[in-house]
């Protein structure tokens, strides 16, 4: 089989029954299904329904690409990472919110557009679907900086060479799936000098509709 016909497809097994047992009013559910396996027998399938997430990887003139370090609680650790966020907000598309992620979280704008890697995060135990874009002619943004909250209050940034960025990947020191990911499929195509590219508008059949749990919850508000 050649690489062109190497690809993923929908399928589905039986579902017998689903309920949903945890809705955090902030982020995610978790569904557990009763799910008809192929020889007929019954599996258990904890799910942890996500709205999805955009993640950034800005390249500037000078081949470096932009780092934000953040605090991360389930790993105790600060991971170096793209600019990235959920897809919390209904009705604004993958784009829209990879320009207002870019914004918020670097103080950037960015004249050009494209998808480097779409990714299900870990699609044993979650429908996480991710997109990452490529975004160069980055420029200053001249509106106020956006003050972040919590986490967000405490970022750190910086611009690394592309080549020392794909090293820390390799060498086991940047661990973040949306940086892996990205900076990989950016060395990849920087190779190939940037000629198998998808444009930014490129179909997303695997983006959630779900626009997370705060969203379900009757006089709930998502983050502006």
């Known amino acids: 089989m050649t690489a062109g016909g190497v690809a993923d497809a929908p399928a589905s097994y039986p579902v017998h029954e689903s309920r949903t047992g945890f809705s955090s009013g902030r982020v995610v559910d978790v569904r557990t299904d009763q799910v008809v ?4 027998s019954t599996a258990t399938r904890d799910v942890v329904v996500h709205p999805g997430a955009v993640g950034i990887i800005a390249l ?10 953040q605090y991360r609680h389930p790993v105790r650790r600060r991971l170096w990472e793209p600019p990235a966020g959920l897809l919390d907000e209904p009705g604004e598309g993958p784009l829209d919110a990879a320009r207002r992620e870019l914004f918020e979280e670097a103080h950037l704008r960015a004249g050009r557009w494209d ?3 779409d990714a299900f995060t870990s699609p044993g135990m979650t429908d996480e679907a991710v997109r990452i874009y490529l975004a160069r002619d980055v420029t200053e ?8 909250e919590h ?12 080549a020392d960025a794909v090293a820390a990947v390799v060498g086991g020191r940047i661990h973040n799936p949306l940086a892996v990911m990205g900076l990989l499929a950016l060395d990849h195509a920087h ?22 749990s705060a969203g379900t919850q009757p006089g709930s508000t998502l983050r502006p």
């Open 37 to 40: 396996m192929p020889d007929g």
């Open 60 to 69: 500037d003139d000078a081949g470096r690409v932009l780092l934000i370090r």
């Open 115 to 117: 998808v480097l890697v």
């Open 141 to 148: 943004a001249t509106e106020p900086a956006f003050e972040g």
């Open 151 to 162: 986490e967000e209050a405490d970022l750190t940034s910086e611009w690394v060479p592309l």
């Open 191 to 212: 190779r190939a000098g940037f000629r198998d590219l998808r444009p930014a508008d490129a179909a997303w059949p695997e983006m959630s509709d779900f626009s997370g």
